[in-house]
């Protein structure tokens, strides 16, 4: 029997949301799950103790930047991903796919996944964004070939070709339970005709991503490591075809139809949480029902609500960690800026009902001083109280499925 | 009976070097102690629990950067230092008569307390630094005079009166549990006439300091009251002379003399390490026995051993926890600096023989790679470590007085 596997619990009567479990060699995942970004093998300023403590149950980190540094071959010789960063419950690793979008027409365009409509939510600010429609994501940052893509590394500027086989190596050395099939996250800007194109070489590199991770594990020598690696990662699909109803749903078709474990919705998502919704209405019903679905990049509490009901079971996005860094708090009125002058005599935690560590021992004036005073400690008391924040959020609405 | 009282243990036989217990409101402190500083209301990116668990005993809170953020009246409102920031052991807070130095002569001449011999010492580095030896400290950036020093404010170069009595009160509203005179530190660089006049004057002020002190004191309305306020803080002079024999001599006669609580060595330490301990010599015998000696600013391990030998039982230094944020970690060894390529694969922690949780759970090439990506977490253990290190340093002392 697998290590891993996927059972739903319940379905909702009122809408598509499900509750259920995914299995993996190290540990168990409760879903609907928000996934924390850990994209450098360490989750922003916090220990894998304090992790655990805010019941987070599985940390996303990035091939990509791993890969670059400090090279997957150094973390697979200091015994994979989970021993090197002292985090021993499920990981999720992603293709290094996405930076093809974020480093070249993300970057240059100035967006997103949903293109230019909360500036906030950006990944990277763009200084000399247009946003014009461009007809391809034709990039000078990044050469898309058949055979994968070219980047210029962000460190070091040296070029480097990920391909679906690299990326699938790159993932089975740092060793993630979960892992992703290498893709192109189109531009919300690209047009119908490139997006098709994009979304059909997605599809070859998916099954090239299958191919080679079947073939790893059909290098064995024994009936013990045929077990021992049969059982040590399982992959992701990821569904592609931008905001156009007839390439979400062939995609949904495709990647369905391939044996992966668990399928993820990747790719630009439209010009606004509406196109967004209305892409995934498109999509999950096409797909497997017993597999689970990720829906890559999206935490907005709003956002995790909605699709939740329209059937996702899992999320992972940066914006809880990285908007805490910039001293805004998750609070259930909505973000609280605690660089408010309003704040500065202020006795009270964030959030006089939350049980972290932060409402629990720090007062507002307290965190607005070591925000303003810039010490260390403001970004990581932030940080503790938006991941158990979501946390919270994550186990009510499993409660209420 | 006060709640203050300062013990001594025992007496080494091979040296001056003596064992005792600081008793204060909030709790007891062990000497010789190290003390970690804490300068904005906060040890660099660790909570006061992670400090408990490394047998942190007392924390060095800088009055003249809480003064400016958030402000005294707003940490009394707050309950006093204790409690906005959440420890509840005991304090220490100087006068803001160090960065009359720091800001201004230290600054310029870019010098620490010791002259520029030790250049990762300096407290700042001054681009340009002529090194030459003025024969005062007059500044552009403070202004010095017998009412008290005037600065302008680091943050917003608002122009800020410090005086004795400014500098108590404002202690005094912080709340910590000791708290010292208001002086002016002499640069190393200052000649004998400069550092006469100034060490008069701030036996004038040690004067001014003692009698804000009591007087405040004898404010009490009831007997309730006087022992509630008798018993909060306590206050220790400052011994300053520079690095010339009969001002040391003069400085610790009078101070001595004066009913502090406990005596501070400050000022200049000369050119060298042998300086210093040669300035020491001429002082501490000159001392009464019975009180408490805190070192100023003083942190180097060596320092420390041949201090305490000399009859030192506390020291202060932001050296183990600014060091650790540039990736240096102390070791029995030496510092051992984690950019180092040597440790890129290394799967052994900084010390084998350390029980601090970094080394309990990392290996080097971990810790290497957080530094080399910048996240916060490798600050914060660097951090956990250097301070486990002195204080596991400062419990092998005592055992061996």
């Known amino acids: 029997m697998s290590n891993f596997d996927f059972t739903i619990l319940k379905t909702s009567k009122k809408s598509l949301a499900r509750r259920g479990i995914i299995r993996t060699p190290h540990g168990n995942i409760e879903t609907p799950a928000f996934i924390p970004v850990g994209t450098q093998a360490t989750v922003k300023g916090l220990t894998p103790e304090e992790l655990e403590s805010l019941d987070v149950q599985i940390i996303f980190a990035n091939t990509y930047h791993l890969f670059l540094r400090p090279g997957e071959k150094i973390i697979k010789d200091l015994g994979g991903l989970h021993q090197f960063m002292h985090w ?7 293709s290094g796919g996405f930076q093809v979008f ?5 970057l240059e365009q100035g ?7 909360f500036p906030e939510e950006r990944l990277m600010q763009a200084p000399n964004s247009k946003f014009q429609i461009p007809n391809s994501t034709k990039s000078n940052r990044i050469k898309i070939t058949e055979e994968g893509v070219e980047f210029k590394s962000h460190i070091d ?6 391909t679906p086989e690299k990326s699938i190596q790159i993932q089975k050395d740092l060793g993630a339970d979960l892992i992703l099939a290498f893709d192109e996250c189109t531009s919300p800007l690209a047009d119908y005709k490139y997006t098709k194109k994009s979304m059909e070489r997605t599809h070859r590199w998916a099954i090239k991503s299958l191919e ?3 073939n790893q594990k059909s290098k064995i020598k024994s009936q013990n490591d045929k077990l021992k690696c049969k059982n040590k990662q399982e992959i992701y699909g990821i569904i592609q075809g931008g905001a156009y109803k007839d390439l979400r749903e062939k995609s949904a078709q495709f990647i369905g139809k391939l044996p992966f474990f668990g399928m993820a919705i990747g790719g630009s998502l439209g010009k606004s949480k509406k196109d967004m919704h209305q892409i995934l209405d498109w999509t999950l019903p096409l797909l497997p029902e017993k597999r689970p679905r990720h829906l890559l990049g999206i935490g907005g509490i709003e956002d995790i609500i909605e699709s939740i009901k329209q059937g ?9 960690t990285r908007i805490a860094r910039t001293g805004a708090f998750l609070t259930k009125k909505g973000r609280l800026n605690i660089f408010n002058s309003r704040y500065q005599s202020d006795k009270n935690p964030i959030e006089k009902e939350c049980r972290c560590y932060t409402c629990q021992n720090y007062s507002r004036a307290y965190l607005r001083h070591l925000f303003w005073a810039k010490e260390m400690l403001g970004p990581r008391l932030a940080t503790i109280h938006n991941l158990y924040f979501m946390s919270r959020l994550m186990k009510t609405i499993r409660e209420n499925i």
Chains 1, 2 share one sequence.
Request: hydrophobic share 45%; with cysteine.
């Open 111 to 117: 967006v997103g996944k949903i293109a230019s409509i």
């Open 312 to 320: 996702i079971d899992t999320f992972d996005c940066a914006m809880p």
């Open 212 to 214: 080679t991770f079947k």
């Open 157 to 162: 500027g040296k070029k480097i070709l990920l």
């Open 88 to 94: 021993n419950h499920p990981i999720i690793t992603d």
């Open 102 to 106: 974020s480093l070249g027409a993300g």
